[in-house]
C-alpha cells in the first residue's frame, strides 16, 4: 500500500525544490536542540502556520522512528486507525511505515485497528512529515488518525503507546497534529487557547480534555493531544514548553476570524 500525497501543492509546495525552499525560510537555524518525548504541531497551511511548526520542530532533536497522530477530518476509517505497512509516497521522498512499532501498537489494545481509509484524504498528518524529512530524510513513519473518543479510550491508546514505545526499546518522538480555536476573533480564540495552553503546560491531559470539550474551545487535535500527554507522561515527561502562539491573522490580516497554532515541546 502506498499513500499518494492529499494536499500537497494545496497546503504546502507539492514541487520538491519549492518546499525545500519554502521550510529552509520557516525553520530557524539554531544549534540548542533538547531531547524530547512529544511535541504538538499545527497543521493548517504552511503560510499560515509553518513557522509555528518549524520554530517547533528546530527546537528538538528528532530521533529517525516518529509516531505523527491527527483527528480525523473527513469522518472516514476506524476510530483510531493505524496505516501499519506501505510507504508514503511525498515530495521529499518516500517515506517508510514502521512496521515493527505499528505491529506492536496493535497489539496492545483493541481500540487501535489497522485501517487505511482514514489516511487516504487527511491532511492533519500529512503536512507534518516534510518538516520531519527536512531533518531526517530516513526517517520512520507510524501514523495514526483519531476520532471523538472518551477521556478513558485516550487514556487506554496513550497507555497502550507508551507500553508500545517502551518495547521498541529506541528513541521515538510523538507528534500530536493539531489547531487551536476556529474562526473566532483573535480576543475570543487568544482567551479560549490560553485555557486550553495553561492545562498542556500542566502536563494534565484530564485537565486538557475537559477543559477543551467543557469550555467549547474548537481544538481540532484534542484527542491526539491529549493521548500524546498520556503517553509522555508515562514515558516520564516532566515539562511542557510552548514554543509558539499565533492565528491565522498574522498572515491574514483578518483579525475577526482567526485560527489559533500552538507549538508545545514536551520533555
Known amino acids: ?138 526517517m520512520t513513519l507510524t501514523p495514526m488518525v483519531i476520532s471523538h473518543l472518551s477521556f478513558k479510550s485516550c487514556q487506554i491508546v496513550g497507555e497502550a503507546l507508551a507500553a508500545a514505545i517502551e518495547q521498541y526499546n529506541k528513541p521515538v518522538l510523538i507528534v500530536a497534529s493539531s489547531d487551536m480555536t476556529h474562526y473566532e476573533s483573535r480576543e475570543s480564540a487568544t482567551a479560549k487557547d490560553s485555557l486550553a495552553m495553561q492545562q498542556l503546560k500542566k502536563l494534565d491531559p484530564e485537565g486538557l480534555y475537559n477543559t477543551v470539550l467543557g469550555k467549547k474551545i474548537s481544538m481540532c487535535g484534542i484527542m491526539p493531544a491529549t493521548i500524546a500527554l498520556i503517553a509522555a507522561l508515562r514515558l516520564g515527561a516532566t515539562k511542557a514548553r510552548l514554543i509558539r502562539y499565533t492565528d491565522s491573522g498574522e498572515a491574514s490580516g483578518d483579525t475577526n476570524q482567526v485560527v489559533g497554532y500552538a507549538g508545545f515541546v514536551i520533555s
Open 1 to 138: 500500500m502506498k499513500r499518494e500525497p492529499a494536499v500537497a501543492h494545496q497546503f504546502y509546495p507539492g514541487d520538491p525544490t519549492t518546499l525545500k525552499d519554502t521550510l529552509d525560510r520557516l525553520i530557524p537555524k539554531t544549534s540548542s536542540k533538547q531531547k524530547a518525548i512529544a511535541v504538538v504541531s499545527p497543521h493548517a497551511g504552511y503560510i499560515y502556520s509553518g513557522s509555528v511548526a518549524g520554530e517547533t520542530f528546530a527546537a528538538v532533536e528528532i530521533p529517525q522512528d516518529i509516531v505523527v497522530m491527527g483527528p480525523n477530518h473527513h469522518g472516514y476509517g476506524t476510530p483510531v486507525s493505524l496505516m501499519d505497512k506501505g510507504a508514503w509516497s511525498m515530495p521529499l521522498g518516500e517515506v517508510k511505515i514502521n512496521t515493527v512499532l505499528a505491529s506492536q501498537l496493535l497489539a496492545q489494545t483493541d481500540l487501535i485497528e489497522a485501517d487505511t481509509l482514514a489516511h487516504r484524504f487527511e491532511h492533519s498528518l500529512e503536512v507534518q512529515v516534510p518538516f520531519l524529512q527536512y531533518f531526517r530524510p530516513d
